[in-house]
């Protein structure tokens, strides 16, 4: 049987990397990244799963703009 592990927006769901992998999950490679760099310290959204998007804003936060 099923059960239910996290509720709420695919975005905020899939940033729960723990819950991810303890139920057997994978998450996108770009929530690993972000999630990686935020927890490092730059200012960037773990929630963010548009690669563009994720794109300027590590870009931003490592001052390559």
């Known amino acids: 049987e099923g059960r239910i592990v996290g509720d709420g927006p ?3 769901v899939f940033a729960e990397n723990e819950i991810m992998e303890t139920t057997g999950l994978h998450c996108p490679t770009l929530s690993y990244v972000l ?3 935020h927890e490092l310290g730059y200012p960037v959204s773990a929630w ?3 690669i ?5 804003s590590i870009a931003a ?3 390559l703009n």
């Open 52 to 56: 563009d998007l994720a794109a300027e």
């Open 48 to 50: 963010n799963f548009d």
């Open 10 to 12: 695919p975005q905020e």
């Open 35 to 37: 999630s990686e760099l």
């Open 61 to 63: 936060a490592i001052d």
